[in-house]
């Protein structure tokens, strides 16, 4: 994921075309919540896991792409554009991606590596190229085992899909993260705008298992539980830590920024969008079932997609040390502890309690915000 940035200081702000692209590639969120509501099993969490791995790789491969080549020109603005084409065809396969000789996945994934890295070819700048020429060899390798794995089945399949996501997130380590650069302000602005669009489709998830149903009065509460819910995530994300994390990259020696913003804004933010994906699924057949008991799968989903959230999150803050953390591992933990009262009261009651555990915490942080647990983990 991690690309050097040689033109990255003067790239302040994400530009239209940027945000344009990250309403393309949300679909792929809106695809992944549809094949775990559909499957809601483990093997379908691993699909889910094994394919937004890849896939948030490389929207992480644009955005420090863009944060170090501005789409400032028409050449470049069709090649990105181009990159925006090939993740819409790739979000449509999404359903079929683990269907025999069903390869529109592995081709349209193999075109956004490409463009890519043609797109960073334009860079002037004689570092950027050479970190181009150390990283697209392993960008091409995962794509390749992308390609392979949805040309066969069964155990076959899901080996090349593991070793096509563990060679995508070691790339990193493998091509040396040192000397990169990048724009701080752009860096986080673009990957605030990919959880706030994401956090979108658990606002969609709530339209869509409220579908045929009448608005009456118990719709209306679950549904405002469901938004609140949401909104406690926004608010631990956005309220106060998106500026911090900015100040906080800044702050980092160039030599050492890079891997910093590969944990943050890669490994951690791989956590919290398969947590928003898990919630959506959970709470797409909640809100449809909002007065009945949940099984097993769709509680797991609820307190899970808030508890992974809520991890990755405090990994965030505590690699950018930018906040403490005690508070949110509770809160975390104290999702978790819900499933068993999901399985015998409503799910709106175990909605209602999310709701409290979290509102609770993040109301109870700012009296901690001279707590000893900010000390970095880089």
């Known amino acids: ?24 590639f949300v679909f792929t969120i809106t695809q992944l919540t549809a094949v775990l509501s559909d499957d809601p099993t483990w093997r ?13 790789y490389m929207y992480g491969g644009y955005a420090w792409l863009t944060n170090a080549v501005a789409a400032d020109r028409a050449a470049r603005r069709l090649l990105l554009l181009g990159g925006m084409a ?9 359903p079929r991606a683990f269907s025999e000789g069903d390869i529109a996945f ?11 890295a043609g797109l960073y070819t334009r860079s002037p700048e004689a570092h950027t190229l050479r970190a181009l020429a150390r ?15 949805v040309v066969v089945e069964g155990t076959a399949a899901y080996l090349l899909w593991a070793a ?19 724009a701080p302000a752009h860096f986080v602005e673009r990957h605030g705008l990919v959880v706030i669009v994401a956090l979108g489709e658990s606002i969609v998830a709530i339209g869509i298992g409220a579908a045929d149903l009448p608005v009456d009065l118990s719709l209306a509460a679950v549904a405002v539980l469901g938004l609140l819910l949401a909104a406690c995530l926004w608010w631990a994300y956005f309220g106060g830590d998106d500026t911090r994390a900015e100040r906080a990259l800044a702050a980092i020696p160039d030599d050492r920024r890079g891997w910093v913003a590969i944990q943050s804004f890669g490994y ?22 909002a007065h009945d008991p949940l099984d097993l799968a769709h509680a797991l989903m609820l307190s899970g997609g808030t508890a992974l959230f809520l991890a990755g999150d405090v990994l965030f803050r505590r690699t950018l040390a930018i906040g403490p953390g005690h508070l949110r591992a509770t809160a975390a933990g104290l999702a978790l502890a819900t499933v068993p009262l999901g399985l015998v009261v409503p799910a709106v009651a175990q909605l209602a309690v999310l709701v409290l555990v979290l509102a609770g915490s993040l109301l109870a942080e700012p009296r901690l915000a001279g707590s000893p647990d900010r000390q970095p983990r880089r």
């Open 86 to 94: 090939a993740y819409l065809v790739l979000a449509l396969a999404i």
């Open 106 to 116: 592995g081709v349209a994934y193999l075109v956004i590596v490409g463009i890519h």
């Open 268 to 289: 951690w933010h791989l956590l919290m969008l398969l947590g928003i994906i898990t919630l959506a699924a959970g709470l797409k057949d909640a809100i449809g079932h």
């Open 135 to 149: 990283l697209a060899p392993l960008n091409l390798g995962s794509a390749l085992l992308v390609l392979a794995a």
């Open 164 to 182: 096509a996501f563990a060679l995508a997130w070691l790339t990193p380590l493998l091509a040396d993260t040192g000397g990169f650069r990048i």
């Open 44 to 56: 379908g969490l691993l699909r889910v896991v094994l394919m937004l791995g890849v896939i948030y």
């Open 1 to 24: 994921m991690a690309q050097p940035g040689g033109q990255a200081e003067r790239v302040e702000r994400v530009s239209t075309l940027e945000l344009f692209f990250d309403l393309v």
